[in-house]
């Protein structure tokens, strides 16, 4: 069974405060209250696909003892711990060496920790389709969610040509990352293009001579000797070359530049949960149009806004429209759903002037 | 020394709902950080002019472990444990029994135990001056406060002549409890009115006589055999009689009846402490009118509001105008300050949908 998972899970998730904390990131909550955390939840996804001793989770080191703690069954030699945060094209290309290292025909399934996939059986099918046409060849595939609203917050992927065997699967046109509204509303009128997912797929050889050519600085970083993957000269390796390696994401250092690049779309019920927009447009909505998280809700005059508590707890609202109540620990958000990306910013202010312990 | 004090500590305080709990209500609550509960506060500020021994707290008996764990000074035969919530009258008629059995030329003053008085030294020579003047005859004398502002929430209190020896000390003309706010202007503008402060001087003797003139009823209820009151058969007759009392306050069952009245107009830096609202303009205010309790707030566009928090805590708020955000445990209010006054009905929802847990 040469089939392999990594899972990214080293993201701070800091549009996502106060739920989402320095010390315990979205992907490590159990965002729904069903009794799993969004990372227990993804491992559970990949496992009718993948053998357990083929799962590799990639994370920052600082988060170590959280993955231990909700994934015991995991052995330590399949959790890879960044020395520093730089984004994913550093991670990939190290989980693609530390896997070729294992298994030199290895086939890949790269996932985010953190996002939402309802329909599980979809998914099921969607990643062993991948599988097998990426086992065909050298090709980089990732999973395409057809849009339902010009969201500005994801990467969109044009469609190209059809390929033989499968219908879903197409070659890439054209990536681009967070277009304007003006354009996404173009993207969505089109039906051309596609969500970025963040779900790749590709054989461990493929990815790294996609990085030898597109992005070979980061190649020539993590070329080892051969002694060094998988084996325990690895950690100290990666200890001292890693943070030398620049923060860029995948899409930018490979996709956008490979002509090996294809989509697979598909219909997952699929949510990166990137914001409490994502959150609130993912989750069912009462008659006034509001969202409870976790938590009773007596709101009188509140429309299209969005409750959420980390306890039981009961809030009581009157006259809020289009807001997030986020209530988690030491820290309340009451805020304007509209302006939510300037939480990210507030995050960082709140760091400088209060200290570390209400992020 | 026959000076005594008797402080009412029953009230549930649901408008303060959710800093004020059932099981814990207003008074027994920090409420500005100080490290002492309102009650707490009460009795520093009546020991400069009433022995610890004269000190005697009336209470639900719900709250005794309450009292006894703020109080441990007290002594357990100084705190009267009604069976039953019956206002104040039926309260300040056992007190006065209670004590005119230990001492029958007591005389008392009656003090709330929830208030905020924040001129201490105003306030020992208001209560100095008051006890002087009841030691001197069968007068019935309540603290009036000079309004700062139409507050439909308030008793007023009317002057009529002047007294002699007293400049501060006045007949009273009438009494209105809670006028509309249109009355509550005239009141105002006239200068004659004053807010009923809810503090009562008397000795034992004349507000004994004004029950039996005025509320025959009660006094014929409290009529005990002469061995009854602050002797072991106390509790008994009390369990027994006190939950036959009817339930009003010593404004309406004396105050207003009486002939023998007069009004103390004082400056004691004092609130009620009410209500929100009343919290509101008792607390220093931003540039933008912007109240903070015992919490970090990082607000912008929001104006003439309370954030309020129960532990130390981090509020993140945009667009705010005229709220109360309060968060204590496991409840947060989200509230118009305009709109304050149904939240003692919205505790009783909460009651009966969610259970006690939360109110």
New interface residues.
């Given amino acids: 069974m040469n089939r392999y998972c990594v899972i990214m899970c080293g993201g701070v998730g800091s549009r996502f405060w106060?739920f989402s904390r320095t010390d315990r990131p979205k992907q490590f909550l159990d965002f729904f209250g069903t009794g799993k955390s969004l990372l227990q939840l993804t491992v559970d996804r990949i496992s009718p696909l993948v053998p357990p001793e083929n799962i590799i989770l990639v994370t920052n080191h600082l988060y170590e003892p959280l993955i231990r703690e909700q994934l015991p069954t995991i052995k330590p030699e399949n959790i890879l711990l960044e020395p520093a945060r730089r984004n994913t094209a550093p991670c990939i290309c190290w989980a693609a060496h530390h896997i070729a290292a294992l298994d030199p025909e290895a086939v890949i399934v790269t996932l985010p920790s953190d996002h939402l996939v309802l329909k599980e059986k979809a998914f099921e099918e969607a990643i062993e389709k991948g599988f097998r046409f990426v086992e065909q060849g050298e090709r980089l595939l990732t999973l395409g969610i057809t849009p339902t609203n010009p969201n500005t917050g994801y990467g969109y992927i044009q469609q190209g040509a059809p390929t033989d065997d499968y219908d879903e699967i197409l070659k890439v046109k054209s990536f681009t990352e967070k277009p304007n509204l003006e354009m996404a509303k173009v993207f969505l009128a089109s039906k051309e293009f596609f969500w970025n997912s963040g779900i790749f797929l590709w054989s461990a050889k493929s990815i790294l001579s996609a990085f030898e050519r597109y992005a070979p600085d980061i190649a020539h970083l993590f070329d080892a000797p051969a002694d060094t993957y998988s084996t325990p000269k690895e950690k100290e390796f990666i200890d001292k070359t890693f943070p030398n390696a620049p923060g860029i994401s995948i899409d930018y250092a490979i996709m956008e530049k490979a002509n090996n690049v294809y989509v697979e779309t598909v219909d997952l019920g699929w949510s990166d949960l990137g914001t409490w927009l994502a959150l609130y447009q993912a989750s069912p909505h009462n008659a006034d149009g509001n969202v409870t998280q976790n938590c009773?809700v007596?709101a009188s005059g509140c429309r299209d806004s969005i409750f959420a508590?980390s306890?039981?707890?009961?809030?009581?609202?009157?006259?809020?429209k289009d807001y997030i109540?986020a209530?988690s620990e030491?820290?309340?958000?009451?805020?304007?759903l509209s302006?939510e990306q300037k939480?990210r910013h507030?995050v960082t202010?709140?760091k400088s002037?209060?200290g570390e312990s209400?992020t």
Same sequence: chains 1, 2.
């Fill in positions: 106060p009773k007596i508590t306890s039981d707890k009961i809030i009581v609202a009157e006259g809020l109540v209530d030491n820290a309340l958000l009451i805020y304007p302006e939480i507030i202010e709140i002037r209060f209400f």
